[in-house]
């Protein structure tokens, strides 16, 4: 079964790859950043990193690099990365529920800051491993 990802010479190997890369770490950025312009406490969406529709769609595509990272280390097509378990999908799932169904202005949900910290926790910089002991 052949990908089309706009270029036919890159093997979908490399190309669900590139996918799962792109989602993660634009996702885990939009988190981070969501994540401080909460704790600013400003209200004002211009202080948000990125508009609530780039932040919804990359927290979408987000929620499906999880996925993509659990079926690939589950089929052996990727190696490594962090483990993802159904309740990460279902905490980024919700995420992306929240976000589409928020609308600026109006109070963002109190369970948007809690599912960003914990896939923070889950996935953020602080948890690649270290050499020392």
Known sequence: MTQNNGDEDTPPTIARLMRWGDGFFEGIACLEGLLNWIGSGSSSIADLAVDPATLSSR?????????????????????????????????????KTLLKTWTPGSDLPSEVATLAEQLIANFGDEQEPTNTP
Not at 59 to 83: C, Q, R, T
């Open 59 to 95: 927290v979408e595509a987000f929620e499906s690099a999880l996925s993509e990272l659990k079926e690939g280390v589950a089929s052996g097509e990727m190696e490594g990365g962090p483990p993802v378990g159904d309740d990460d999908i279902a905490r980024a799932h919700r995420l």
